[in-house]
Nanobody
Framework: VQLQASGGGLVQTGGSLRLSCEAS????????MSWYRQVPGKQRELVAL???????RYADSVKGRFTISRDNAVNTVYLQINSPKPEDTAIYYC?????????WGQGTLVTVSS
């Protein structure tokens, strides 16, 4: 199983960024997919989740600014980041669980400058 995350980088407040995570080795269309983030010294936190049917859930801190979506045709989950804030600076990881196992991508760094 591989979760290949990409799209991180430096973005200014008021800008936008889209993260991608391409999955392989799982049955993507039935997998719930999530994005987490972690700042050094803090716990990893759930940012957004999308179910196999497209239902979504967001952390309160990102509601209205982040959008999670998926494209089952290319086994990819996205995280659109709009109006980022400096406190959104973190390493972002994609995540899924299937057949009793939890899988993590390698992380992609998002840095928000004011």
């Amino acid at each position: 199983v591989q979760l290949q995350a990409s799209g991180g980088g430096l973005v200014q407040t008021g800008g936008s960024l889209r993260l991608s995570c391409e999955a392989s080795g799982i049955v993507f269309r039935i997998a719930a997919m999530s994005w987490y983030r972690q700042v050094p010294g803090k716990q990893r936190e759930l940012v957004a989740l999308i179910g196999s049917g497209g239902s979504t859930r967001y952390a309160d801190s990102v509601k209205g600014r982040f959008t999670i979506s998926r494209d089952n045709a290319v086994n990819t989950v996205y995280l659109q980041i709009n109006s980022p804030k400096p406190e959104d600076t973190a390493i972002y990881y994609c995540n899924t669980a299937q057949n009793g196992y939890t899988y993590w991508g390698q992380g992609t760094l998002v840095t928000v400058s004011s």
